[in-house]
């Protein structure tokens, strides 16, 4: 099994920043993508970014030139840098991982979340 720990949620003011961070651990043989993100009550659950195994990024445009995201592929984490926060980005985030491994026997490419952590930006 795999878990994924999020950490660096909290309060900030508007403009303000927040790093959020999630490290992989378990029983891993390669991650394919990791990433993360972020819902609201009663809203579907939303990609803010993501970055590949090959370091390709996909970025939210809701948060493209404020977010940016990064991967240590040796440490197996992936860190999400929140500048410019508005008050709209107030959400659980949710760390996603794609990792290759054995679940009940067979070896596949399997998707695990982290617990969510929340973000509350103020006006």
């Known amino acids: 099994q795999v878990q994924l720990v999020e950490s660096g949620g909290g309060e900030v003011q508007a403009g303000g920043s927040l790093r959020l961070s999630c490290a992989a651990s378990g029983t891993i043989f390669s991650i394919n993508h990791m990433g993360w993100y972020r819902q609201v009550p009663g809203k579907p659950r939303d990609l803010v970014a993501v970055?590949?195994?090959?370091?390709?990024?996909n970025i939210a445009e809701s948060v493209k030139g404020r977010f940016t995201i990064s991967r240590d592929y040796a440490k197996n984490t992936v860190d999400l840098q929140m500048s410019s926060l508005k008050p709209e980005d107030t959400s659980v985030y949710y760390c996603n991982a794609a990792v290759f491994g054995f679940r009940g026997g067979r070896y596949d490419l399997y998707d695990y979340w982290g617990q969510g952590t929340q973000v509350t930006v103020s006006s």
């Open positions: 970055i590949t195994k090959d370091r390709s990024t």
